[in-house]
């Protein structure tokens, strides 16, 4: 199966995806965007995707890459400071639950902008350049005679003008002048953003500016409101900002809601992906009302999801009769009782939601006690309400189903696990792989071909890795990602006589998490035996070369993921802790008596001064550049 029907198969429903598969698309999708202007799905279904990801692994660099175009050779711009994204909200409930966050009083003043559908870009001393990775840009100055500059009280030529903002197509332009400007392929743009990416990404832009296009960079102070937090909370005056700003000429794909405390803001830093003290509301589909009719819970590895039955409803021409509702955390905090009346939206045309809530006449509680499947007592762990009982039948179902797709055999689904179970008694991995071609046909709907085809993909996945084998394990905190860093200095077999301490060298695992793993690795030892004889295994260990590590300590001058970056530029490794196999600790003071430092010491580890670190990375590009004769990328310091 090629990734493009992959794409269309599976972006709606990303949860069901593999990780790898996840980061994949996630890949093809920045390229299809950023790299060929030719995008495949909508913001919302992206953003998915990446919520999806944020789930599973909240620290993977796919989170806190920012994209923009490719010129080519164009040259780099390195940001005076760094130019970060931010944080999403999608409803009004999770922009209040934001706000309260920071809000000092009822009167905190907050600024309301327009977030504008294009090429984030910044416009100094008649140089253009891109956000780039949020650190260093390219130069597209070259795209300014296309450019009229909106910003404050002016409207014009950028030349000689300072502007922070995004390049747009206003709605009139691209209303009036693009039906009749042509691509390079002999069609027209699809929309607004596709053109801006297709016009920024060209590397000669004569043709393109002889048939009249034109570009707009929207400074982001342009337009805005300013609202107290007592006004930010009422649905009413919040509407009817959306609705005036949404009026602009402009396509917007949400709005940008800021501390106007500057120095607030500042001080409330960042995390290790945004500044605290802004954030995106993206806006989504159409809506609709509607009534929940009753609230079904449906199974995952351990918890349990509500999923609410509603009376159905049209949006954009689909049916809607049952949605997510998260979690058991989101109904109790919402208040969300059968009878209640709900508005649905439909974000990006695709997954629909619950924005908002308003308690029905009868209501009834759709909370429980007990497991819907095994009668067992529930218990709540932190959002989530699980079932403890490890011979549960639906949990015991959502298991294999996460066991075979991370040992790769795609055909199967959970609807096709249940009739295994019911018909052949299949439990576990190991009896999938003892399972006949004749076994399969008694299948339920499976005719020979079929049968022929689920038999040769189990058979073709006995050619597996030893890290898929172990993640097939669903042993907690034991995703591919760790997988592979246990396996590629130890083998299966060392799996059983590993102390509790080599874990904690492991990059990625730590103290906390060693203490778990090691003793669910002891249990999980015989099943490991078992599948080993059954399976053909690569083994990782030895493959690959082991990076330098690093570790940074001390509140730094930028986010700690600037940093990181750099780190990963100089062909190091960023962990989170200090164990005896760190190469080198980072501190903004070597002196403090900070306990990285002191585990550093304890270790015989080196440590430096970021100053240090810092002109020993740039003298070690420089060293480079010399030698390869060509430009340089690196990023420089802040000391």
Known sequence: MTLQKKTNETHKNPALLPTEQLIELIEYHNKKYWEEANPEISDEEYDLLLRELERREPSHPLLTQIYSPLIGNAPSVKHKKPLLSLDKVYSHQELIKWAAKFARTEDELFIIQPKYDGISALLEDNVLATRGDGYTGEDISD??????????????????????????????????????????????YKNQRNA????????????????????????????????????????????????????????????????????????????????????????????????IKNIEWSFGKKSLTPLAIIEPVEINGITIKKLSLHNYKFIVDNDIQIGDKIIVERAGDVIPHVISTEPGIERKSPLIEFCPSCSQKLSIDGPELICLNPECPEIQIQLLLSAVRSIGIERLGEPTLRKMRDTLGVKCLSDIFSLTKEQISKLEGFKSKSSENLYNEIQ?????????????????????????????????????????????????????????????????????????????????????????????????????????????????????????????????????????????KKYSIKVLSLDEWLKSIEADKSQENQSKNHNSDFLPGFG
Not at 143 to 164: H, M, T, V
Not at 471 to 498: E, Q, V
Request: proline share 5%; glycine share 6%; with cysteine.
């Open 460 to 600: 073709n996945a006995r050619n597996t890795t030893d890290y898929a084998l172990l993640a097939s394990l669903n042993i907690p905190g034991i995703g591919k990602n760790i997988a592979k860093s246990i396996l590629l200095k130890y083998t299966l077999d060392d799996l059983r006589k590993m102390t509790i301490e080599d874990l904690e060298k492991i990059p990625g695992i730590g103290p906390e998490r060693a203490k778990d793993l090691y003793s669910n690795l002891k249990e999980n030892s015989e099943l490991i035996d078992e599948l080993s004889k059954t399976l053909n295994i690569e083994q990782s260990k030895g493959k690959n070369i082991s990076k330098k590590t690093i570790c940074f300590t001390g509140k730094m001058p930028m986010p700690r993921t600037y940093y990181e970056k750099l780190a990963r530029d100089s062909s190091y490794l960023p962990v989170d802790s200090v164990t005896e196999t760190l190469t080198l600790l980072v501190a903004m003071d070597p002196s403090e008596n900070s306990s990285k430092l002191q585990k550093a």
């Open 143 to 188: 795209k300014l005679p296309l450019i009229e500059l909106e910003k404050k009280d002016y409207k014009g030529s950028p030349f000689n003008q300072n502007a922070r903002g995004e390049i747009i197509i206003r709605n009139d332009d691209f209303k009036n002048l693009y039906p009749t400007i042509i691509k390079k392929d002999g069609k027209p």
């Open 196 to 291: 801006v990416a297709g016009i920024v990404g060209l590397k000669d832009i004569k043709e393109i500016q002889m048939q009249g296009a034109k570009l707009t960079l929207i400074d982001y102070e342009t337009y805005g409101k300013i609202l107290t937090f007592s006004q930010l909370k009422d649905p009413s005056i919040w509407n009817k900002v959306v609705e005036e700003l949404s009026s602009l000429p402009y396509p917007m794909d949400g709005i940008v809601i800021k501390l106007k405390d500057d120095n607030y803001a500042e001080r409330l830093g960042y995390t290790a992906h945004h500044p605290r003290g802004h954030i995106a509301f993206k806006f989504s589909g159409a809506r609709a009302v509607s009534v």
